[in-house]
């Protein structure tokens, strides 16, 4: 009986196991030896089992006489090529020579243009899927050959000429790389050249979509300064297409000016905008502009420009710039915008001497100070002022703001209110609080006093902008915790419980529930107390897009596996909470993101744009290198160690061979931050420990290559090529983002790394002998165990001296320390439990070196430091079941700001969050109970 794909994907489907399908694939070939499906589907299965045979079957089919003209077929046997090549972790731009033949035996066969012309699409479309541009830009070449009047073939042969460029310039393919970016950039001058040419011509510039084509490649080839002089001296035939798309365009010059350092030229161009946008602004004052005209005057971009350039030219051009641009824009007729007050601040800030500061940034809050946006472009100018002139800024806003009394009956006249009294509070919290290196407690308590007060108002009244208020008064509490600790005999955690039980109340509801940035600020605030439950149910808060999963997801998954790394189920919550489900949720979100952005490569040629397909590559490349993505496959890895439970080895389709470049893309700015430029932002107040970077990825590869080899699994990096070019990279990092215990753990992690490899894999040891080696172990755990003996006396007296302190909520570092410790302990009792079993045998070559004595002395330390762990945290558990509610209640309501908060909270939230933060300790306390040695 015949095969077909439709037969064949039902075989596929029906025997899902290797070993079971190679069998049935075998059976049916004694029958038809020379079936082309059977062979490919032998093919496929060998392909990551036996090269060889699969290489010799692959060259067969692609030579075969007749040809396979089924388009179905021939994809699946290209996509199983290059599904091979990836298995084994190879880098390519194309699937080879002998798969380009099959496509074109294909197409020689078939006699109908549009067959053949099917047959390139297909190919097209699966090569631009899997990255393989320089197969895409074979099969565009061929159908130029078939279809030479078309232009949309000539110009996506254009793009997919750069990207194959750009590929082979990663495979460090130099000469191929050079050639073919030499063909897309002489295609492109031709057809700028032929602009002139007959309408007919498909090689020409005629379109903003080829126009915007030619500034992509020019600029990704470093040719800036020709774009610039194409762009700003177009020819007849360029010039309507700028006409029509103006702000594309000119944004596209100000760009590349600014790339390749063309400061005069940029500085002359932004002149010629302003007064011309001026002078229309009056004009068109009350008018709406039209969607895709330039707007310079409201255009920050365009004033950034001018400010930069300004910073690169002469003193005389930045005279000449004051007096015939700021002047022209403070005529009493034009009501200058935003933009122009942040250029003129930012030029007098550095330049200017004819009108201070000063005066600059009253008549900008006379303007701006019922925008939210007021204190953002204020605050860094304010900085600037002298200490004198500071003073009199902050009283002239809140003399401003006092004096914006609304009206009884008006919402919107208390909607300015409260605006003018944010951003005069913003003021205050900046420059009396941020700004001193220790703020006095006093006007600590009396600032949060205020924005609780003025929150309670716009509560009342039902404003939208009240929160910004409950945000200030979080932050005050935060800063009054660190004046606690340098000052009090007796530091707690009770002011950032009291921030925390506000930022709960703050996030009720349909509006803050809404609230981005304070969900993921109370987010951060729980993890820090080690209330890691009650942090993943908010994360179910923050309605995100996928995409931004590698923008936000740091603030809760950040060394997740050492916070909260297994399951729980909070009373307040109707689900179960699972840390690895969020890992996993967030590690899938690049690939079906990867996979939509593959969708518009290679879903279908009449809809493939290529004026996007650079940015699109751009992306997809982004995504796949992703530093975030590594790191949450690395903590997922963790945490099933410490649950005991195999790793899921599908995560390492998602790691790339080669990680010499990943991109970082988290926003580090999404908390709010009303923080003094020589302050920290706010989220280092939340995160006492740096977040990880490359070196704390490349460390911890390298521990998780350890820990695969004691555990007998696939390791995450399988490449010495690339395990060397982590280390050496990670070496080379400017400083390190492990923490300081992280970094004492990594002497054990390099001892254990040595042991592993030569009792494991019978690699000798660069130096000294094993028993020195493991007696050298031995040693640093006894200084591991000492280390924790200390910090238990340590609480223990904390506990006792203090009157309601830290002994029912202890900061996420101690639970990290303890799932730390726990991870080191189970990888070195499995190396030990190897040696044991090794040295058991009649003759083994480790009998040499080491003997049962020298590991059982290890495995005693391993043992007490393991007890010691689990007696402080059933003691912790203990504590918190007999009186923590009560005594947590008590801490949200001690002080000053208790009181105030207590008239901010209902009666509901007072008796609830005390159970829920008891509870929440409790469980995490719980986790360390859970981790079990072997």
């Not at 075969?64 to 003209?69: G, S």
């Not at 009350?286 to 300004?310: F, H, N, R, V, Y």
């Not at 209110?417 to 006095?440: C, T, V």
């Not at 172990?777 to 591991?784: A, C, D, E, F, K």
Request: glycine share 4%.
């Amino acid at each position: 009986m015949a095969f077909n794909m439709d037969k064949l994907e039902q075989q596929r489907e029906k025997f899902t196991k290797p070993k079971l399908a190679i069998k049935e694939c075998n059976k049916r070939l004694q029958k038809q030896p020379k079936d082309p499906y059977l062979l490919a589907w032998k093919f496929e299965l060998l392909g990551k089992a036996d090269r060889d045979e699969a290489s010799a079957i692959c060259h067969n089919l692609c030579n075969r006489t007749p040809p396979i003209t089924d388009s179905r077929l021939l994809w699946y046997i290209y996509f199983s090529t290059c599904d091979a090549k990836s298995f084994y972790r190879e880098s390519f731009n194309s699937a080879g020579k002998d798969l380009q033949a099959l496509w074109l035996n294909a197409a020689k066969t078939v006699k109908r243009k549009s067959e053949k012309g099917h047959i390139f699409h297909t190919l097209f479309e699966l090569a631009a899927r899997l990255d393989c541009w320089e197969d895409a830009q074979w099969a565009l070449l061929n159908l130029r050959k078939e279809f030479p009047d078309k232009s949309k073939y000539f110009f996506s042969y254009i793009i997919a000429t750069q990207l194959s460029a750009q590929k082979h310039g990663t495979l460090g393919q130099t000469s191929a790389s050079s050639l073919a970016s030499n063909l897309a950039y002489r295609f492109l001058s031709n057809a700028i050249k032929n602009s002139s040419v007959s309408l007919g011509s498909p090689d020409k510039i005629s379109t903003a979509r080829e126009l915007r084509l030619v500034c992509q490649v020019y600029r990704k080839q470093g040719r800036g300064k020709e774009l610039v002089d194409l762009l700003t001296n177009p020819d007849n035939q360029v010039r309507p297409i700028m006409d029509k798309n103006p702000l594309e365009f000119t944004r596209i010059v100000l760009d590349t000016m600014e790339e390749e350092r063309m400061w005069a030229s940029l500085w002359d161009y932004c002149l010629g905008l302003l007064p011309q946008s001026m002078t229309s602004g009056k004009e068109k004052n009350s008018e709406e502009a039209p969607k895709g005209t330039i707007q310079a005057a409201t255009d920050w971009k365009i004033w950034k420009c001018l400010m930069d350039a300004t910073s690169h030219l002469p003193e005389t051009r930045k005279e000449f710039m004051t007096d015939n641009i700021f002047c022209l824009f403070l005529d009493e007729s034009y009501s200058p915008p935003r933009e122009f007050f942040s250029a003129w601040m930012t030029f007098a800030a550095k330049y200017s001497k004819a009108i201070p500061l000063l005066q600059i940034c009253q008549r900008f809050w006379d303007r701006f100070y019922t925008f939210n946006c007021c204190f953002d472009d204020l605050r860094y100018f304010v900085e600037m002022l002298e200490p004198k002139n500071r003073k009199i800024f902050q009283s002239y806003a809140s003399n401003a703001a006092r004096s914006a009394s609304p009206k009884v009956d008006e919402k919107q006249s208390w909607a300015t209110w409260l605006q003018a009294e944010i951003n005069a509070l913003k003021f205050d919290y900046l420059l009396s609080i941020s700004r001193p290196k220790r703020p006095k407690k006093n006007i600590l308590e009396k600032f949060i006093r205020t924005c609780l007060l003025i929150y309670q108002v716009g509560d009342r009244f039902g404003l939208e902008n009240h929160h910004d208020t409950g945000v200030l008064a979080v932050m005050g509490l935060v800063k009054l915790h660190y004046v606690d600790i340098q000052t009090s005999k007796r530091p707690s955690q009770r002011f950032l419980l009291q921030a925390a039980s506000l930022l709960r109340s703050l996030t009720s509801g349909d509006k803050g529930n809404q609230n981005r940035p304070i969900v993921l600020l109370s987010i951060r605030l729980h993890t820090l107390l080690g209330l890691g439950s009650v942090a993943l149910a908010q994360y179910s808060q923050v309605r995100t897009k996928e995409i931004l999963h590698e923008t936000i997801s740091h603030l809760l998954l950040t060394r997740i596996s050492v916070t909260h790394p297994f399951d729980s189920k909070p009373p307040s919550s109707p689900r179960t909470i699972q840390p690895d489900s969020e890992l996993d949720l967030a590690i899938r979100a690049f690939s079906r993101t990867i996979d939509k952005l593959n969708d518009f490569l290679g879903h279908d040629f009449e809809m493939f744009h290529y004026d996007q397909t650079s940015e699109i590559c751009d992306l997809k490349n982004r995504l796949t290198f992703s530093l975030v993505k590594h790191i949450w496959i690395l903590e997922r890895r963790r945490i099933a160690r410490l649950k005991g439970v195999p790793c899921d080895e599908e995560d390492l389709d998602f790691v790339e061979r080669n990680l010499d470049n990943l991109f970082d893309h988290r926003d580090f700015s999404v908390i709010p931050n009303f923080e003094s430029s020589r302050s920290p932002p706010f989220d280092d107040f939340l995160s006492p420990n740096s977040y990880p970077g490359y070196d704390w990825f490349a460390h911890f590869a390298i521990v998780d290559e350890t820990c695969s080899i004691l555990a007998r699994e696939p390791a995450m990096i399988s490449s010495t090529e690339t395990r060397i070019g982590l280390i050496k990279n990670a070496r080379a990092c400017p400083q390190t983002s492990l923490t300081p215990f992280e970094g004492f753990l990594s002497t054990g992690w390099h001892l254990l790394h040595i042991i592993t490899s030569e009792v494991v894999q019978d690699q000798k040891p660069a130096q000294g002998t094993t028993s020195q080696m493991v007696e050298d172990l031995r040693q640093w755990l006894t200084s591991l165990r000492q280390l924790f003996k200390t910090w238990f006396i340590e609480s223990e007296d904390s506990e006792a001296s203090a009157d309601i302190g830290g002994k029912y909520i202890m900061p996420s570092a101690f639970l990290q320390h303890g799932f730390q410790c726990l991870e080191v302990l189970q990888a070195a009792i499995k190396l030990c439990d190897t040696a044991i079993s090794y040295l058991k045998q009649k003759s083994h070559p480790l009998k040499e070196n080491l003997t049962k004595g020298d590991v059982e002395k290890v495995m005693g330390v391993i043992d007490d430091i393991y007890a010691s762990i689990q007696r402080f945290a059933r003691n912790r558990v203990d504590v918190v079941r007999r009186d923590g509610v009560k005594a947590l209640a008590a801490q949200l309501q001690y002080g000053p700001t208790g009181e105030a908060l207590r008239d901010v909270l209902t009666e509901g939230e007072r008796a609830v969050f005390p159970k829920e933060y008891a509870n929440s300790a409790e469980d995490a306390w719980t986790g360390i109970l859970k981790v079990k040695l072997r």
